[in-house]
């Protein structure tokens, strides 16, 4: 699913709301969980899952051309890890049945 998927999906279970309207909520939405993270915050929703930083440390790597090696420095990386409530649903779905969602 993408954004645009998303924003259509939205749009249409709450027609009250205009395209316009159920765009801007999503932006804002997605704005506000990328600023904290950025920020270093965790975020949790319950049911769903959490987002937090992980650190990948500095760690010598090899440039596949010339077998040169280098040095890769640190980084923050984001990370998702599913709730129980997504795992299990996600797991009770039958294979068939992921290309109607």
Known sequence: MTRSDLVTRLAE??????QRDTE???KTIL???SDAL????RIEIRGFGSF???RR???MGRNPRSGEQVVI???LVPHFKPGKALRE???AQVPGELDRL
């Not at 950025?38 to 915050?41: E, I, L, Q, T, V």
Request: avoid cysteine; aromatic fraction near 8%.
């Open 73 to 75: 420095p640190e980084k």
């Open 31 to 33: 704005d506000a969980m």
């Open 38 to 41: 950025a920020r270093g915050h």
């Open 57 to 59: 440390p500095p760690r």
């Open 89 to 91: 649903a996600v797991d």
């Open 13 to 18: 279970r709450f027609s009250q709301l205009t």
């Open 24 to 26: 801007f909520a999503v």
């Open 52 to 54: 937090s930083i992980n």
